[in-house]
Each structure stands twice: as C-alpha cells, then as structure tokens.
C-alpha cells in the first residue's frame, strides 16, 4: 500500500489565487514528521515546510502553510498569493520514527506538477 | 536553511566507465547522507543510507556493488556507479540531515545527471 499519496497529477492556477496540493499518508506510528519539498525543472529539491505529528498547530511558512487533518491522515500544502516562480514539482514526504529504526528515512509522494498561469 | 552541494551536476560518460558523484554539507556536519534516483517526472527512489564511518545501507533490490558508497567524514559522501551502463543514466540527487529524529530536516544537494553512452 501507499504510504504517501498525492492525487494529483498536474494543477493550475492562476497567478495571485491560493491553491491547495493533496497529500495523504497511511502510517502506524504515533511519531512521524511530514514535510513538503519543491522541484523546480532544475532538479534541486527545496524544503518548504515541515508538521509533527504532535503539533497542535497548523505549520506555516510565509505563503506556505499546512492544512493538517490527523484524524482524516492529510497534510495538504496551500499556496497563497501564487507567483508564476511557484510552477514547479511538489513532493509530499513522511518519515515515520518506526521504533527509531528509520534512520531518518523519507518516503515520497508521487508529486504534483503545479503551472501558475499569468 | 542548511546548504548541501553535488559534484558535478553532470556528466556524460562511455559505457563500462566508472563515475563518481560527490555530495557536501557545507555548513553542518551531516551525521547521515542518502542517495536517491530519479527519473523524469517520477518521484526519488531511494537508493542507500549512509552514515559516517560505517557501511552504507542498500535498500532491497540496489546492487550494492554497482553503486559503490562511501561517507568518509561527516560532511562527504560519494557515490561511484561502476561500469555504467545506459540503463544507468538517471538524476541522482543526495540528501543530508543532521539529527536522527523524525523531526530533523533533510537538505538536498542540486543533483547529478548521468548520461551513460
């Protein structure tokens, strides 16, 4: 079975409106970390934002926030304000603490290409 | 946030050459580096954990012997594709984290584009 999945193959928006990238997650652990990574056509992966499992609040990082329903096992990323330099690849990513045995270990989404329309 | 880098960020080699990929922490020590695949549009696969000063951990199905890794410090990691083969051109890209924990950060390097020959 998964244990990241994300939707969405491909999204658009247009330049200035909010959007909001899927991603849910299957895990048994009671400690695990989600994060969001962005890959633009140069290839780097960017760190975006990051939510514990144990966090009560919502994270958000400048126009990046994260929409964390535990019960519902989803951590969607919005994206305000969307700026033509945001098209780019979207990873979802958890690392699960498996007993301390993970090693820091990611597990990836699929990606989410996002094209920001001017 | 913290600034991984890969050398180089490409490289077009003959089939049955062996090449080298680097990956540096620049501005922390990296306890434990890892080694991704990835083909176009397709999320990384996940090759090897490596930490320093002991032998890196393959995941199931990576020859361990075609992709030779070495975390020498705690800032350098490499990664050697011996005697590549096309089948072997892809972007590899490294990763770095400083902690253990599921809340520590992994920063990745710019990544490396193999094209075997």
């Known amino acids: 079975a998964q244990k990241i999945t994300q939707t969405q193959p491909g999204m658009f928006v247009q330049e200035k409106e909010a959007v909001t990238l899927d991603c849910t997650y299957d895990t048994s652990d009671q400690s695990y970390g989600l994060f969001w990574y962005k890959q633009p056509s140069s290839g780097e992966m960017i760190f975006l934002i990051y939510q514990g499992s144990y966090d009560e609040q919502n994270a958000t990082e400048g126009r990046y926030s994260l929409n964390f329903q535990k019960a519902r096992k989803s951590a969607n990323l919005v994206i305000s304000a969307s700026q033509l330099g945001d098209s780019a690849m979207y990873f979802c990513?958890?690392?699960?603490?498996?007993?301390?045995?993970?090693?820091?270990?990611?597990?990836f989404g699929q990606g989410t290409i996002l094209t920001v329309h001017p | 946030g913290a600034v991984v880098s890969q050398h180089p960020s490409r490289v077009i080699c003959k089939s049955g050459t062996s090449v080298k990929i680097e990956c540096r922490s620049l501005d922390f020590q990296a306890t434990t580096m890892f080694w991704y695949r990835q083909f176009p549009k397709q999320s990384l696969m996940l090759m090897a954990t490596?930490?320093?000063?002991?032998?890196?951990?393959?995941e199931q199905g990576v020859e361990k012997d075609k992709f030779l890794i070495n975390h020498a410090s705690l800032t350098l990691s490499t990664l050697t594709v011996t005697s590549a083969h096309p089948e072997d051109s892809s972007f590899y890209i490294c990763?770095?984290?400083?902690?253990?924990?599921?809340?520590?950060?992994?920063?990745f390097g710019p990544g490396t584009r193999l094209t075997v020959l």
């Open positions: 990763s770095a984290m400083s902690g253990g924990h599921f809340t520590d950060t992994q920063y």
């Open positions: 990513a958890m690392r699960e603490n498996a007993g301390g045995t993970s090693y820091g270990k990611l597990t």
């Open positions: 490596s930490n320093e000063g002991s032998k890196a951990t393959y």
